[in-house]
């Protein structure tokens, strides 16, 4: 009887802890997602800078682009 609460301890464990990473994974995957929309956005407002000859759009992509490198570095 002993043996098998243990038993059925030691596996509510081990899915609380795959429920657990289930979850860690789904975050990443979710800032991923954030931080290679905003290199894409960065990369059109670079390329409308180029076309349009806007020189105030370089400077909203480098601040885009270092805001990417930030979370990056932090996640």
């Not at 390329?47 to 806007?54: E, S």
């Amino acid at each position: 009887m002993n043996s098998t609460y243990h038993h059925l301890k030691d596996t509510k464990k081990e899915e609380g802890q795959k429920e657990l990473l289930e979850r860690n994974l789904e975050a990443h995957r979710s800032r991923r997602w954030v931080t290679n929309s905003i290199y894409a956005i960065s990369l059109l407002v670079l390329v409308l800078c180029f076309y349009f000859h806007v020189p105030q759009a370089a400077i909203i992509t480098l601040i885009l682009f270092l805001i990417c490198a930030t979370s990056e570095i932090l996640y």
